[in-house]
T-cell receptor, first 117, second 113 residues
Framework: GAVVSQHPSRVICKSGTSVKIECRSL??????MFWYRQFPKQSLMLMAT?????????EQGVEKDKFLINHASLTLSTLTVTSAHPEDSSFYIC?????????????FGPGTRLTVL | KNQVEQSPQSLIILEGKNCTLQ??????????LRWYKQDTGRGPVSLTI?????NTKSNGRYTATLDADTKQSSLHITASQLSDSASYIC????????????FGPGTRLSVLP
């Protein structure tokens, strides 16, 4: 099946620094990628939908200036958490949707554990 | 309001036993329904996907059913194994000029030896 990778898998940073998380579709092209945040024992919460070559669409309550999303190619989307604070500590997961038009194809990455000290 | 509910919230069973997880949704217009398995600290992995016309779909020991009339789905796990311990998430897609995915809260399954 299609593979989505994320890098890094785990990151620890100091409060006030910025962290970039990469999401790559390894064997397929994805015009649309999704970014989710998941707190312990809770379900995934959609943060934003990223379309290749255009601005991301953010869900209500998600600060677009704090969570910068870039989808510069059909295989790469990045999420940058700017001026991270301890409350941003969470599990961030991306997913990618195939461009083939098959409505079945949304594949998740393994996630990135962010800890802000 | 598009919503997905799952029950039970958590479940503990003994290895080798069967179990059934439930998913009820109020998502419209319905496109498809997926069941995902998420191990702790990992991303979700797709188990099954069903469109409106599909009533059942199997993937090894996992069998999902869909009743589009009552807007209910179930995931049946047969002969459970310790590795089945995970969260199982029901995701319903609505087609609103593009895919809109509605996530259920998940059922946390623990399989004990």
């Amino acid at each position: 099946g299609a593979v989505v990778s994320q890098h890094p898998s785990r990151v620890i940073c100091k409060s006030g620094t910025s962290v970039k998380i990469e999401c790559r579709s390894l064997d397929f092209q994805a015009t649309t990628m999704f970014w989710y945040r998941q707190f312990p024992k809770q379900s995934l919460m959609l943060m934003a939908t990223s379309n290749e070559g255009s601005k991301a669409t953010y869900e209500q309550g998600v600060e677009k200036d704090k969570f910068l999303i870039n989808h510069a190619s059909l295989t790469l989307s990045t999420l940058t958490v700017t001026s991270a604070h301890p409350e941003d500590s969470s599990f961030y997961i991306c997913s990618a949707k195939e461009t083939s038009g098959d409505l079945r194809g949304q594949f998740f990455g393994p996630g990135t554990r962010l800890t802000v000290l | 309001k598009n919503q997905v509910e799952q029950s039970p919230q958590s479940l503990i069973i003994l290895e080798g036993k069967n179990c059934t997880l439930q998913c009820n949704y109020t998502v419209s217009p319905f496109s498809n329904l997926r069941w995902y398995k998420q191990d702790t600290g990992r991303g979700p992995v797709s188990l099954t996907i069903m469109t409106f016309s599909e009533n059942t779909k199997s993937n090894g020991r996992y069998t999902a059913t869909l009743d589009a009339d009552t807007k209910q789905s179930s995931l049946h796990i047969t002969a459970s194994q310790l590795s089945d311990s995970a969260s199982y998430i029901c995701v319903v897609s609505a087609y609103l000029g593009g895919q809109n995915f509605v996530f259920g809260p998940g059922t946390r399954l623990s399989v004990l030896p």
